[in-house]
C-alpha cells in the first residue's frame, strides 16, 4: 500500500520532549516533517533534502532533530524543550519516482499539544 504512517503525537507539557515517526510504504521515500497550526499554513519543521543533509526551521533549530532509519524507511523527528507555540498537527512528507517523475505524498497527521 502506498502509503505514510505517522505515530507518536499528544499531549506534553511546556519544556518536555516527544518524538514522532513516520513510515514510508509502497515506493515512498519518507523526507520529513511540516507542521499546520489552527488557522496558519502548514510550514516546513525539518526534513532531509536530495542531498542528505538536514533542513530545519529557524523556530525549531537547537530543539528538534530528524533522523533516519533507511532499512525501515522511517524518518523520526524528536522534539525537545517543546513551546506551545509548537502545537499543531504534524505531517510526514515523502515522495515516489512514477514514470520518472517525482510525486509528493502526506502522511494523514498527529497532533501535537503543549500545554500545561
Known amino acids: 500500500q502506498v502509503q505514510l504512517v505517522e505515530s507518536g503525537g499528544g499531549l506534553v507539557q511546556p519544556g518536555g520532549s516527544l518524538r514522532l515517526s513516520c513510515a514510508g510504504s509502497?515506493?515512498?521515500?519518507?523526507m520529513g516533517w511540516y507542521r499546520q497550526a489552527p488557522g496558519k499554513q502548514r510550514e516546513l519543521v525539518a526534513t532531509f533534502t536530495s542531498d542528505d543533509s538536514t533542513n530545519y526551521a529557524d523556530s525549531v533549530k537547537g530543539r528538534f532533530t530528524i533522523s533516519r532509519d533507511s532499512a525501515k524507511n522511517t524518518v523520526y523527528l524528536q522534539m525537545a524543550s517543546l513551546k506551545p507555540e509548537d502545537t499543531a498537527d504534524y505531517f510526514c512528507?515523502?515522495?515516489?519516482?512514477?514514470?520518472?517523475?517525482?510525486?509528493?505524498?502526506w502522511g494523514q497527521g498527529t497532533q501535537v499539544t503543549v500545554s500545561s
Open positions: 512528507n515523502g515522495r515516489r519516482r512514477v514514470l520518472g517523475v517525482w510525486v509528493n505524498y
Open positions: 509502497g515506493g515512498i521515500n519518507a
